[in-house]
Nanobody, 123 residues
């Protein structure tokens, strides 16, 4: 199984970025997919998730209304559209796959993880 996250970079506060996560080696359409982020020295935190069909999403309060998760099951790809970015959004962003049908927010709930992509938001 491989989850390849991409799309990170440097952006000014108020700007936007779109992250992608390309999946292979698993039946992507069966998995709930999540996004997490981590700052050095801190625990990895939940950002949001989308159920297998794409019909329901869930977000952390810190990103609600600014970030949007979507997926294309035909392309085995997960997306995270990030708008109105803030310096506190700076982190390494990870995608993850969970075989259960529900949205879960704990890192231990997710079986497969990508390698992460760095997002830096400058003030």
């Amino acid at each position: 199984v491989q989850l390849q996250a991409s799309g990170g970079g440097v952006v000014q506060a108020g700007g936007s970025l779109r992250l992608s996560c390309a999946a292979s080696g698993l039946t992507f359409r069966h998995y709930t997919m999540g996004w997490f982020r981590q700052v050095p020295g801190k625990e990895r935190e939940f950002v949001g998730a989308i159920i297998s069909s794409g019909g329901r999403t869930y977000y952390a309060d810190s990103v609600k209304g600014r970030f949007t998760i979507s997926r294309d099951n035909a392309k085995d790809t997960l997306y995270l559209q990030m708008n109105s970015l803030k310096p506190e959004d700076t982190a390494v962003y990870y995608c993850a796959a969970d075989l259960t049908g529900s949205v879960r927010t704990g890192t231990r709930d997710y079986k497969y993880w990508g390698q992460g992509t760095l997002v830096t938001v400058s003030s």
